[in-house]
């Protein structure tokens, strides 16, 4: 795992959190208020808020197929996407995150945490002691163990 992981408040802007997970080259962060782990945020909770209907009702975003083939000028006013875009990024983490975060304990085995992250459909799992965040282990944390001698 990885100790004393990078994390964000829950009250934090979205932008927030995308500037750390492209900084640290993370997936996600756990959520914190206070000392309290609340919920994740991954780069697809991320990435969800610019499905159609998420940024606003009346704006539409095309498809890479569709900027292919339709010209600029027909999509939607540049200001308003600019806009739009921007409001994505100050809404708080905790309007976006998945919770409640699937946890693990610190004493749990490499099987076991594949095995929850597989079943939860998951690639991190924050790592708890007496309830209080201690680290995170991810799928790459996984196959470095794997492959270790003696694993």
Avoid: C, Y
């Avoid at 829950?10 to 640290?24: N, Q």
């Avoid at 197929?65 to 006013?77: D, H, K, S």
């Amino acid at each position: 795992m990885t100790k004393d992981p990078v994390t964000i408040g829950a009250r934090a802007p979205v932008r927030e959190a995308a500037v750390l997970i492209r900084e640290h080259k993370i997936g996600g962060l756990p959520v914190m208020e206070g000392q309290t782990l609340v919920g994740m945020i991954t780069e697809s909770d991320i990435l969800r808020l610019l499905q159609t209907g998420k940024i606003s009702d009346d704006l539409w975003l095309p498809s890479p197929l569709e900027v292919i083939e339709v010209p600029i000028r027909e999509f939607i006013n540049w200001e308003k996407t600019r806009h739009a875009l921007t409001s994505i990024g100050n809404i708080e983490v905790r309007k976006v995150m998945s919770h409640p975060a699937v946890t693990i304990g610190e004493d749990a085995d490499i099987e076991e945490a594949a095995s929850l992250m597989l079943s939860r459909k998951i690639t991190r799992l924050p790592v708890v002691r007496e309830g209080k965040l201690v680290g995170i282990v991810a799928r790459s944390d996984i196959i470095r163990g794997m492959a270790k001698p003696g694993a």
